[in-house]
């Protein structure tokens, strides 16, 4: 009996042991399948900076699935099992370790993920024109965009200048005397990152705002122009209706005059005096005392002329 009892014992172990491998061999392969039910096929963009939105394509996503950039959950919206988005939080720039985490605590693969620093944007300037001769007060230029920082620095035509931070969103310099022409603003960030140009205006077109009598003398009077980007070897173009004679023939003298600052015209004593770029003084000796129409224009050595402004004076 002994021996029957021995064979009984072997036969029921020897079946139970296809039983046990069995359930061991699955729950190995349930375990595996949890281990790696998350799943990362595509990263769009691989790399960015902060607000920037990546896109996630793969299996496996729930609404519960959440991306870790290191150790921080960022914002994520699943849209399908298939497809998720987030946008980059604020961090230090450098090289994280981004992966997806359900709250079951599945976790995927771990990829790389570049964090680059905040690119400065600019949006306009305030104002975008600066005339020529404008004093430093009245140059003063507000740059106005998003992720600026105290370390910024003003690009003007490729070259650093100096800047006030004001906030994230704004910034001020001072624009230089250079050449008039349209001129690159751009802002540098630390970390090389430049934004993209915006132009600032240097205008130096003469423009004559008012023309008034000033003084009164025995033989002549002084006119007095007031304006903008006047300079000092600028030229004075004076407009003269001609002049009927006694038989009613129009005169056949020049009736334009080009002044220029310490020279006086060939046929008249006319002169001018340039007080400075907004101020010019025309000393005109008329003929008589009666009213008389006529048109003032300035002329730039650089060719840039002022509207005419026509004038009722002896």
Not at 60 to 76: E, I, R
Request: hydrophobic letters at 40%.
């Amino acid at each position: 009996m002994g021996f029957w009892f021995l064979i009984a014992m072997m036969i029921i172990n020897l079946a139970a042991l296809p039983s046990k491998s069995v359930a061991a061999e699955g729950e190995e392969v349930q375990q595996k399948g949890r281990q790696h039910r998350l799943i990362i096929l595509s990263i769009i963009p691989a790399q960015g900076e902060p607000e920037t939105s990546v896109t996630l394509s793969g299996s496996g996503f729930t609404h519960g699935t959440v991306v870790f950039l290191g150790n921080t959950a960022t914002k994520t919206e699943v849209i399908n099992p298939k497809l998720l988005t987030f946008s980059i939080p604020s961090l230090a720039p450098g090289l994280y370790a981004m992966f997806l985490k359900d709250a079951d605590g599945t976790i995927s693969r771990t990829y790389n993920f570049s964090l680059l620093p905040p690119k400065p944007v600019i949006y306009s300037l305030s104002p975008d024109t600066i005339q020529a001769c404008a004093s430093d007060k009245d140059r003063q230029v507000v740059i106005n965009g998003h992720n600026f920082r105290e370390s910024s620095h003003v690009i003007f035509d490729g070259a650093a200048i100096r800047g006030a931070y004001i906030s994230r969103d704004s910034f001020s310099f001072t624009a230089p005397h250079v050449a008039a022409g349209l001129h690159q603003i751009q802002i540098k960030n630390p970390g090389e990152t430049l934004s993209g140009a915006q132009g600032l205006l240097i205008d130096a077109r003469p423009e004559i705002d008012s023309i008034s009598i000033a003084e009164e003398y025995v033989t002549y009077y002084n006119l007095v122009l007031t304006g903008r980007n006047f300079q000092q070897d600028s030229v004075i173009v004076v407009n003269e209706e001609k002049e009927a004679d006694l038989s009613g023939n129009l005169s056949s003298d020049d009736d334009i005059k080009r002044l220029r600052s310490g020279a006086t015209n060939s046929l008249a004593r006319d002169r001018i005096i340039i007080v400075n770029c907004g101020k010019i003084i025309y000393q005109r000796f008329p003929f008589s005392t009666a009213l008389k129409s006529f048109k003032i224009q300035v002329i730039n050595p650089d060719g840039e002329e002022s509207s005419f402004v026509e004038v009722s004076a002896p």
